[in-house]
């Protein structure tokens, strides 16, 4: 848990200094603050950063917009922190690389239990020996490489941001079942959230855009009404 590097980017001092407080208490050692967008680009361009809580409205920039600049340096995973709570504000921040999203105001613990959250789905991997066998699952028009954490559509490897990945493979690894937003929120972000479905939603849509044909016509992530979403197997022929 020391060892997880946490950023908190917001111009609100009194904010940070809470949150930075209770992930000390909570056995968080390193975390540094920013209050710019300038400075948090200067800091993870010299940094290691695995978790940055950002705010969306900074003095100097967009927290969206700043978002995807900083994908274009590190896959760290971007929680964000908002007083926006309409749908667009939600799917704009998916869209630039956010990973998850708090409301403001917010209980302090609650952003403990998301990074907790995220160490435990990094842990199998950062203490795994080095498998015997890899752990492919074939689609035929892709494939997903578990031990690699790689993405082939159509013989080429594509780009996904860590959550994507991580909801996709949870799809491999259940084919042809049909799994609820519920079930998906839980088993891949790793905690309970009844009050908003737009985290899955927007994250379906991400990886349509990657493994569809036609993401507007789905064909291997498909959607049962009602229901929830399900990831078809190819028959091989």
Same mark, same amino acid.
């Given at each position: 848990?020391?060892?997880?590097?946490?950023?908190?980017?917001?111009?609100?001092?009194?904010?940070?200094?809470?949150?930075?407080? @209770?992930?000390?208490?909570?056995? $968080?050692?390193?975390?540094? #603050?920013?209050? &710019?967008? %300038? *400075? =948090?680009?200067?800091?993870? /361009?010299?940094?290691?950063?695995?978790?940055?809580?950002?705010?969306?409205?900074?003095?100097?920039?967009?927290?969206?917009?700043?978002?995807?600049?900083?994908?274009?340096?590190?896959?760290?995973?971007?929680?964000?922190?908002?007083?926006?709570?309409?749908?667009?504000?939600?799917?704009?921040?998916?869209?630039?690389?956010?990973?998850?999203?708090?409301?403001?105001?917010?209980?302090?613990?609650?952003? @403990?239990?998301?990074?907790?959250? $995220?160490?435990?789905?990094? #842990?199998?991997? &950062?203490? %795994? *020996? =080095?498998?015997?066998?890899? /752990?492919?699952?074939?689609?035929?028009?892709?494939?997903?490489?578990?031990?690699?954490?790689?993405?082939?559509?159509?013989?080429?490897?594509?780009?996904?941001?860590?959550?994507?990945?991580?909801?996709?493979?949870?799809?491999?690894?259940?084919?042809?079942?049909?799994?609820?937003?519920?079930?998906?929120?839980?088993?891949?972000?790793?905690?309970?959230?009844?009050?908003?479905?737009?985290?899955?939603? @927007?994250?379906?849509?991400?990886?349509?855009?990657?493994?569809?044909?036609?993401?507007?016509?789905?064909?291997?992530?498909?959607?049962?009404?009602?229901?929830?979403?399900?990831?078809?197997?190819?028959?091989?022929?």
């Amino acid at each position: 848990m020391n060892n997880l590097h946490i950023l908190l980017v917001d111009d609100e001092q009194s904010i940070t200094q809470m949150i930075a407080m @209770v992930l000390q208490k909570e056995g $968080f050692t390193n975390v540094h #603050q920013v209050a &710019t967008g %300038a *400075a =948090t680009m200067e800091y993870i /361009k010299n940094n290691r950063v695995d978790f940055i809580i950002l705010d969306v409205m900074l003095p100097d920039a967009n927290g969206f917009e700043l978002c995807s600049d900083i994908r274009e340096l590190t896959d760290a995973y971007i929680l964000f922190l908002t007083a926006k709570v309409k749908d667009f504000d939600v799917l704009t921040g998916f869209e630039r690389g956010g990973d998850d999203y708090v409301t403001k105001p917010f209980n302090p613990l609650e952003i @403990v239990a998301r990074i907790r959250a $995220f160490i435990r789905r990094q #842990q199998p991997i &950062t203490n %795994a *020996a =080095t498998p015997i066998h890899k /752990k492919l699952f074939d689609f035929g028009h892709f494939v997903v490489d578990e031990d690699r954490g790689e993405l082939i559509v159509a013989g080429k490897m594509i780009s996904c941001p860590a959550q994507v990945f991580l909801l996709l493979l949870y799809f491999c690894k259940n084919p042809n079942r049909i799994l609820s937003k519920e079930q998906l929120f839980t088993a891949v972000w790793g905690y309970q959230n009844d009050s908003d479905d737009n985290t899955v939603m @927007v994250h379906i849509h991400r990886i349509r855009e990657r493994i569809e044909p036609n993401p507007s016509e789905p064909s291997y992530l498909v959607t049962v009404r009602g229901l929830g979403y399900k990831l078809v197997k190819e028959k091989k022929q």
